[in-house]
């Protein structure tokens, strides 16, 4: 397995995760996310994003380049913010292992991955959201040594 930038040569592998992605979360959430082979971006934005600095994504691959894996991530700062201190943060916005791959350290292979790119950019944290929905990936976090930063709370009406 090698883990890499993103290329465009990625993008159906990249299509396929990101459908399975949807999926989940419509499952978890069906009020909130559409099923049905919805994803979170185009084509088009994905050729776009992989060419944006600030928004890296990378991919684990097999040896035949098929797309076991991948992690969309943002840097994010707050210089001169009026509460905030002005730290870089590696946002993980994505983290997704293909279901035929999972529980062959995949995840966690990307997720080092990504802890290493951060900490070359002199980053100070990787931060990431996670719906309640979905306590796999929750537990997955955890075991990777993530802990809760914040919790964010609804009412439905």
């Known amino acids: ?40 971006y185009t084509d088009a934005q994905l050729k776009e994003l992989l060419k944006n600095e600030q928004r890296p994504i990378f991919v684990a691959v097999d040896e ?13 700062q707050h210089p001169n913010d009026n509460v905030l201190t002005d730290i870089k943060t590696l946002y993980i916005d994505d983290l997704c292992v293909d279901e035929k791959s999972r529980r062959q350290h995949v995840g966690k292979s990307l997720y080092e991955f990504v802890l290493e790119f951060a900490r070359k950019l002199g980053c100070y944290n990787v931060t990431l959201n996670a719906w309640s929905c979905n306590p796999s990936a929750i537990r997955f976090y955890e075991s990777c040594g993530m802990k809760p930063q914040k919790i964010g709370m609804e009412t439905i009406l």
């Open 64 to 76: 035949s380049r098929n797309v076991l894996g991948y992690a969309f991530c943002i840097l994010q």
């Open 1 to 40: 397995m090698e883990i890499r930038r993103a290329e465009e040569q990625d993008i159906p592998g990249i299509d396929s995760l990101l459908e399975q992605v949807c999926m989940v979360h419509h499952m978890g959430r069906p009020d909130l996310f559409q099923g049905d082979h919805n994803r979170k």
